[in-house]
């Protein structure tokens, strides 16, 4: 059945994104917020089809009502929530007529909605969070599947940031750029847009059923460990993630999972955290930068890190192929040389033809020492190569996940690929580095009695075969 629902839903996105300019994110992330219960919120200026996707979304679902109301200061609790009920109020209780109204709908678009007063808002908040409305002196169960608010901009107060943190989702809309100008254009010639048919259209059967397989997807252990870092980075960014919202996300993760036919999530699911953390366009921005660098990236094996120990081994080579020892003859005494050792002392005097005293002479190795180097560098060959191998198959999996994501933003699917394809190449010239070194290491002057026998390299899998 899933793969029939993957298809249904890929067939649902193509229709909703048709005459849509730029709008391929806000299409599948309003549609995934629907289908994990979840709510959206669009910000940016009037005019950028904030209301149309609205519309749009509401059509995929099947026998779904639909309301829509724009908001200012001087709306009323009557505009969202229905008149008050006459032969209620003639019986002393204060009902309202909801038939038709918000606590009716399955699909909400409420425009401008931080302008409603503190009285709307609060009463939006049980609405939202729990689908139930206090009607008089009873709750009324609402068959809210999903809203989606549109505002200029979020208002910093208590009451306000406390409704803004009911929107999941949470997505600035810009103007058309400058590369889709053109598009637009065209696309406003044609005002014809035919909804899903019934064959592609979804009833509550297939949300229960989606969210069913939903709740047996697995959060792998990686999964969570790179959640749980990017918690704490977000201690020093600010930004602040309640433990109900990082509930949500996870939530809404498994369901991307499950529409997929997913057992479990995946690291790449990650790269829709910007738009669910995050409050604003900037804030969004920090947070893609920091996934882009960081997935698929091991921070214990990381390019900067064993450059690190790359370096180190480099560093002792030079002072091994540096160092001196003092150089004694058979009886014991310091040589003595003549015109060699007065170059290198620079007499300037015409003193090279005096015998010298001979104090030092380049150091030379046994095999042992050499073969304890040449296995302590070959260990870290391994370890490159192994890391090499693990990020070409992180690669691998990216490409693949991409080309089956119904939900992945493809900015930062690229950006994310990139970093994985510049930590390849980094890992590639270590590898050569650590090569040179041990070269290095085998090339140190031996000792008189050396018989020439050296440890064999370690024939590693070629990288660019990894």
């Not at 599948?28 to 910000?43: K, M, S, V």
């Not at 997929?260 to 409050?279: G, H, I, K, Q």
């Not at 020892?325 to 007065?342: K, M, Q, T």
């Given at each position: 059945m899933q793969a029939t629902l993957q298809a249904r839903l890929k067939g649902i996105i193509d229709i909703l994104e048709s005459g849509l300019v730029e709008r391929r994110q806000s299409v599948r992330l309003c549609l995934l917020a629907a289908l994990a219960g979840e709510h959206t919120l669009l910000i940016g200026a009037p005019g950028t089809a904030k209301s149309e996707l609205a519309r749009r979304l509401h059509t995929v679902f099947r026998d779904a009502s639909y309301f829509e109301r724009l908001l200012t200061r001087f709306s009323v609790p009557e505009e969202l929530f229905g008149p008050l009920s006459i032969k209620a109020l003639e019986e002393d209780r204060y009902?309202?007529?909801t038939a038709g109204f918000l606590p009716d709908a399955s699909i909400a678009f409420i425009d401008e909605v931080f302008k409603a007063n503190s009285a709307i808002l609060n009463a939006l908040l049980t609405l939202l969070n729990e689908r139930e409305f206090d009607n008089g002196a009873g709750r009324q169960r609402c068959p809210l599947i999903s809203a989606i608010g549109a505002t200029?901009?979020?208002?910093?107060?208590?009451?306000?940031?406390?409704?803004?943190?009911?929107?999941?989702?949470?997505?600035?809309?810009?103007?058309?750029?400058?590369?889709?100008?053109g598009a637009l254009l065209d696309a406003g010639r044609s005002r014809d847009w035919a909804p899903p048919g019934a064959a592609l259209t979804l009833d509550r059967g297939d949300l229960a059923a989606l969210a069913a397989q939903a709740a047996a997807v697995e959060l792998p252990a990686e999964f969570v460990a790179v959640l749980a870092e990017l918690r704490r980075h977000f201690a020093s960014a600010p930004i602040h993630v309640s433990d109900r919202r990082w509930v949500?996300?996870?939530?809404?993760l498994r369901i991307a999972a499950a529409s997929e036919d997913r057992s479990a999530v995946s690291l790449?699911?990650?790269?829709?955290?910007?738009?669910?953390?995050?409050?604003?366009?900037?804030?969004?921005?920090?947070?893609?930068?920091w996934l882009a660098a960081r997935l698929g990236v091991r921070e214990a094996f990381s390019p900067a890190r064993l450059t690190r120990v790359v370096e180190a081994f480099e560093g002792q080579l030079q002072a091994e192929i540096r160092a001196n020892?003092?150089?004694?003859?058979?009886?014991?005494?310091?040589?003595?040389?003549s015109v060699e050792l007065a170059e290198e002392v620079g007499d300037a005097k015409g003193?090279?033809?005096?015998?010298?005293?001979?104090?030092?002479?380049?150091?030379?190795?046994?095999?042992?020492?050499?073969?304890a180097r040449l296995r302590q560098i070959d260990s870290l060959a391994e370890r490159i190569a192994a890391y090499a191998r693990e990020i070409a198959a992180r690669q691998a999996d990216l490409e693949d996940f991409a080309q089956s994501s119904l939900w992945l933003n493809e900015g930062l699917t690229a950006r994310a690929a990139a970093n994985l394809a510049s930590t390849a190449a980094a890992i590639d010239e270590l590898a050569a580095r650590t090569q040179a070194a041990r070269k290095g290491f085998v090339e140190l002057p031996?000792?008189?009695?050396?018989?020439?026998?050296?440890?064999?390299?370690?024939?590693?899998?070629?990288?660019d075969a990894a």
């Amino acid at each position: 059945m899933q793969a029939t629902l993957q298809a249904r839903l890929k067939g649902i996105i193509d229709i909703l994104e048709s005459g849509l300019v730029e709008r391929r994110q806000s299409v599948r992330l309003c549609l995934l917020a629907a289908l994990a219960g979840e709510h959206t919120l669009l910000i940016g200026a009037p005019g950028t089809a904030k209301s149309e996707l609205a519309r749009r979304l509401h059509t995929v679902f099947r026998d779904a009502s639909y309301f829509e109301r724009l908001l200012t200061r001087f709306s009323v609790p009557e505009e969202l929530f229905g008149p008050l009920s006459i032969k209620a109020l003639e019986e002393d209780r204060y009902e309202r007529h909801t038939a038709g109204f918000l606590p009716d709908a399955s699909i909400a678009f409420i425009d401008e909605v931080f302008k409603a007063n503190s009285a709307i808002l609060n009463a939006l908040l049980t609405l939202l969070n729990e689908r139930e409305f206090d009607n008089g002196a009873g709750r009324q169960r609402c068959p809210l599947i999903s809203a989606i608010g549109a505002t200029n901009e979020v208002p910093e107060d208590e009451v306000g940031d406390a409704f803004f943190d009911r929107f999941l989702v949470r997505l600035p809309v810009a103007a058309v750029s400058d590369d889709g100008f053109g598009a637009l254009l065209d696309a406003g010639r044609s005002r014809d847009w035919a909804p899903p048919g019934a064959a592609l259209t979804l009833d509550r059967g297939d949300l229960a059923a989606l969210a069913a397989q939903a709740a047996a997807v697995e959060l792998p252990a990686e999964f969570v460990a790179v959640l749980a870092e990017l918690r704490r980075h977000f201690a020093s960014a600010p930004i602040h993630v309640s433990d109900r919202r990082w509930v949500k996300i996870a939530w809404l993760l498994r369901i991307a999972a499950a529409s997929e036919d997913r057992s479990a999530v995946s690291l790449w699911d990650l790269l829709l955290l910007p738009w669910l953390t995050a409050p604003d366009a900037a804030r969004q921005a920090m947070v893609a930068d920091w996934l882009a660098a960081r997935l698929g990236v091991r921070e214990a094996f990381s390019p900067a890190r064993l450059t690190r120990v790359v370096e180190a081994f480099e560093g002792q080579l030079q002072a091994e192929i540096r160092a001196n020892d003092l150089d004694y003859d058979e009886a014991g005494r310091l040589r003595f040389s003549s015109v060699e050792l007065a170059e290198e002392v620079g007499d300037a005097k015409g003193g090279a033809s005096a015998a010298r005293m001979k104090y030092s002479r380049r150091r030379r190795y046994g095999d042992a020492h050499i073969g304890a180097r040449l296995r302590q560098i070959d260990s870290l060959a391994e370890r490159i190569a192994a890391y090499a191998r693990e990020i070409a198959a992180r690669q691998a999996d990216l490409e693949d996940f991409a080309q089956s994501s119904l939900w992945l933003n493809e900015g930062l699917t690229a950006r994310a690929a990139a970093n994985l394809a510049s930590t390849a190449a980094a890992i590639d010239e270590l590898a050569a580095r650590t090569q040179a070194a041990r070269k290095g290491f085998v090339e140190l002057p031996r000792l008189e009695h050396d018989d020439g026998k050296l440890p064999e390299p370690v024939d590693h899998e070629p990288l660019d075969a990894a």
